[in-house]
């Protein structure tokens, strides 16, 4: 089975930016669509971001224009750039596949506070 880590979270005050990593134990990118999600304290987990195998990539309306999904399939890693963090973005930050089949990951706490 694929192992997913997810890394990059941390604390950051509203307005600032990180950017999150999620490494693969094996290559899967070129033949998965892959995809970041978030879960915040009570709320169901959310799809933020897709890219496709063939580079399409989709955003969840409330981080367009300020989250960026990219991927490097020579690593086997998915990259999230996130700008103008918002304490709505506040969420452990998971990725898998955009069908939701590999075991996930422990996730990176994303905390933005002032």
């Known amino acids: 089975q694929v192992r997913l880590v997810e890394s990059g979270g941390g604390l950051v005050q509203p307005g600032g930016s990180l950017r999150l990593s999620c490494a693969a134990s094996?290559?899967?990118?070129?033949?998965?669509?892959m995809g970041w999600y978030r879960q915040a304290p009570g709320k169901q987990r959310e799809s933020v971001a897709t890219?496709?195998?063939?580079?399409?990539?989709t955003y969840a309306d409330s981080v367009k224009g300020r989250f960026t999904i990219s991927r490097d399939n020579a690593k086997n890693t998915v990259y999230l750039q996130m700008n103008s963090l918002k304490p709505e973005d506040t969420a452990v930050y998971y990725c898998?596949?955009?069908?939701?089949?590999?075991?996930w990951g422990q996730g990176t706490q994303v905390t933005v506070s002032s």
């Open positions: 094996r290559s899967i990118f070129s033949v998965n669509g």
């Open positions: 898998n596949t955009v069908l939701k089949h590999l075991n």
């Open positions: 890219i496709s195998t063939g580079g399409r990539t």
